[in-house]
């Protein structure tokens, strides 16, 4: 289990020639910690959590639609609620922001009020006829109006009128304004009520256009998907230049419509809240206008610098179209991944809130009302369930390059191209589960002990924001890149440990070190070649996102009476890079799959007889023409005899 631990000073590669499980151990303890997952849910059950989310229970510990018993101490405790089963708030916009606590008294009622309840008569006519009483037990409904206690015992008034939420039985008021103002008063303590207002209003104005622009990144992925696939040889060029043009097109345009605003706004006679959303959008016009254009100058810098390597990258992008061309369900992969962690998040948030209800009724001496708490070792369930939700997203993702990595090598090493699997990608998950789930296991574990502490001390520096001196929040930001840097540099380690694993069947300690080795002897490859071609696909999605942000501009540009630019601009673009990464990260994994392939057939074969290339005939072809110039000698694993290709 040691990750330096090695009997074999040096060994070869054997491409799918045997396969066998790894890292055995590691599965077992992922299995036992997964149980263990399992132990939290089936805990919480067994306390009667449950019962308490999905019933609903009052501030007295009476589970609502049950018939309880009585809690010692408390006097309002163990009453027979079976007719009464929606819980009902008194005060429901009375919550503590700091300990995310609704400290409104809860009870349970047999019927929410469907109208609007304006005094204490009306709440003694509602009790009377529909038998809902909305005060506290201990006050009959006829001494509502004149109760000494009507205040603080009776919902605050008026009472608006309300519905059961599904599933939960709550009574929820339909105008939820409160919690608009409360989510108004979080923002406030950042930045002035009356911009938050504004800007939420211009969401809810553009509502539409936001979700049509969202879908049509969706378009353009899949189209970006499509283009990739079917004219790889093509496609770095036209991306490139397309790139360009649209960098600098969008970015006059937006130096455009900021001179347009800022006229409009100096010849404006409309209203004083109107001039306030014409000048946010202006100097948020100007803002976009300054960062396109560093952006497009930067750009602009790189691509002159990297122009002389985009022929290299041509040659893998061929590969890889050939590779989706093959295995057509490497493009529903995210799909697969997303609906997992969805799945797997929903049941980790709903055992979470469980974790929330479980334990033993415990009086409140300030307030005399009853609150489930846990005690003892049980207390710190919720960070053993916290660790899981890292490690086991982390497996997800894991497995999803395994499998990826999987398919990808099946392909390169099988010479006849013919006799691939029917469905490479499901053979290769197959195989994963067969064989290799203690790998993922190891390596998913290594992201999580670095990425905990990591979110640690970012918590920590949330906390102590505005108390620390300048040195601790300086060490604190420090150590937070360098942990976030350590896992970036992990993860791409890792990726490469899985396609090492994919080709020899080693355990991830033996496929780290393998896949270290050959990374290392071609650094000049690396640069030249993985990362030329992730930065394409970064333009890729640069251009997708600039394409929608265009969309976007000139869409939001007919709604400039009453709309602000801001967080609708913002929401579109981080939604259409999202998708953007979800659909080409697939399409960067294999060419990452690709680069170590080709290192390794390059490292290994020569082209002789008994030594011939694995590598498609573009890459072949690359590799002869590079020998011709006297770049290229494949006999020496240095890494090199590279150097002047890089150049």
């Excluded at 939001?556 to 609708?568: A, D, S």
Aim: proline share 3%.
């Amino acid at each position: 289990m040691g990750c330096c631990s090695s009997n074999e000073s040096k060994r070869d590669w054997n491409p799918l020639e045997e396969r066998r499980c790894t890292d055995i151990p590691w599965l077992i303890i992922f299995t036992l910690f997964c149980i263990g997952m399992a132990c939290i849910c089936g805990f919480t059950i067994y306390t009667g959590a449950t019962t308490r989310l999905i019933y609903g229970y009052d501030s007295y510990g009476n589970i609502c639609g049950q018939n309880n018993t009585k809690i010692q101490g408390v006097d309002l405790s163990g009453r027979n609620m079976v007719d009464n089963k929606y819980v009902f708030f008194l005060d429901p916009c009375n919550i503590d922001i700091i300990n995310r606590k609704m400290k409104s008294i809860s009870l349970c009622v047999s019927k929410c009020p469907a109208t609007e309840l304006k005094t204490y008569y009306d709440l003694k006519q509602f009790a009377l006829t529909n038998g809902s009483a909305l005060c506290t037990y201990d006050i009959t409904p006829s001494r509502y109006p004149s109760h000494s206690d009507r205040f603080s015992k009776c919902p605050k008034l008026p009472v608006p009128p309300s519905k059961s939420v599904p599933l939960s039985r709550r009574c929820i008021p339909a105008d939820i304004s409160c919690y608009a103002d409360l989510a108004f008063s979080v923002f406030n303590i950042i930045i002035d009520n009356n911009v938050v207002r504004r800007v939420i209003a211009g969401v809810m104005a553009s509502k539409d256009i936001i979700v049509g622009l969202c879908a049509l990144s969706l378009v353009l992925s899949l189209i970006m998907m499509v283009a990739i696939r079917y004219i790889s040889k093509v496609m770095v060029w036209i991306l490139t230049i397309l790139t360009v043009i649209g960098s600098i097109g969008g970015t006059g345009v937006l130096w455009w419509l900021y001179v347009d605003h800022r006229k409009a706004l100096n010849n404006n006679t409309t209203s004083v809240f109107r001039e306030e959303e014409a000048a946010d959008n202006v100097k948020a016009l100007l803002v976009y206008a300054i960062c396109a254009t560093v952006f497009t100058v930067v750009l602009l810098l790189v691509m002159v610098f990297m122009r002389k390597r985009v022929a290299l990258t041509i040659s893998l992008f061929h590969v890889a179209g050939k590779v989706f061309i093959h295995i057509p369900l490497l493009v529903l992969q995210p799909f697969w991944t997303f609906l997992c962690l969805m799945l797997f998040w929903v049941y980790w948030l709903a055992v979470l809130l469980l974790i929330g209800m479980a334990g033993s009724p415990v009086k409140n001496n300030s307030t005399n009302l009853v609150e489930y708490q846990m005690s003892g070792p049980a207390q710190y369930l919720v960070w053993y369930h916290a660790v899981g939700l890292i490690w086991i997203s982390e497996f997800i993702l894991a497995f999803q390059q395994m499998s990826i990595a999987g398919a990808v090598v099946t392909y390169y090493f099988t010479r006849n191209k013919s006799q691939l699997p029917s469905t490479p990608i499901l053979s290769a998950m197959l195989r994963t589960l067969r064989y290799h789930l203690g790998t993922l296991a190891k390596g998913s574990f290594i992201i999580t002990l670095v990425k905990i502490p990591r979110l640690i001390l970012m918590y920590i520096h949330s906390k102590l924001k505005g108390k620390e001196n300048a040195c601790a929040r300086c060490m604190l930001k420090s150590c937070v890149c360098c942990l976030w840097c350590l896992e970036k540099c992990l993860a791409y380690l890792n990726q490469n440990a899985y396609t090492a694993t994919a080709i020899n069947s080693t355990s991830f300690c033996t496929s780290a070190r393998d896949a270290f080795i050959i990374l290392v002897e071609n650094a000049l490859r690396v640069a030249a070649i993985n990362t030329v071609g992730d930065f394409v696909l970064f333009l890729a999605k640069v251009l997708i996102v600039a394409c929608t942000a265009f969309a976007s501009v000139l869409a939001l540009n007919y709604h400039r009476e009453y709309t602000v630019w801001v967080l609708p601009l913002i929401i579109i673009c981080l939604f259409a890079y999202m998708v953007a990464h979800c659909f080409l990260s697939v399409f960067e994994n294999v060419v990452d799959v690709l680069f170590l392939c080709f290192a390794v057939d390059a490292k290994y074969n020569n082209g002789s007889p008994g030594h011939e290339y694995f590598m498609d005939k573009s890459l072949m072809e690359f590799v002869e023409n590079s020998k011709k110039r006297g770049r290229y000698k494949p006999e020496d694993g240095s890494g090199q005899e590279v150097k002047a290709m890089a150049h």
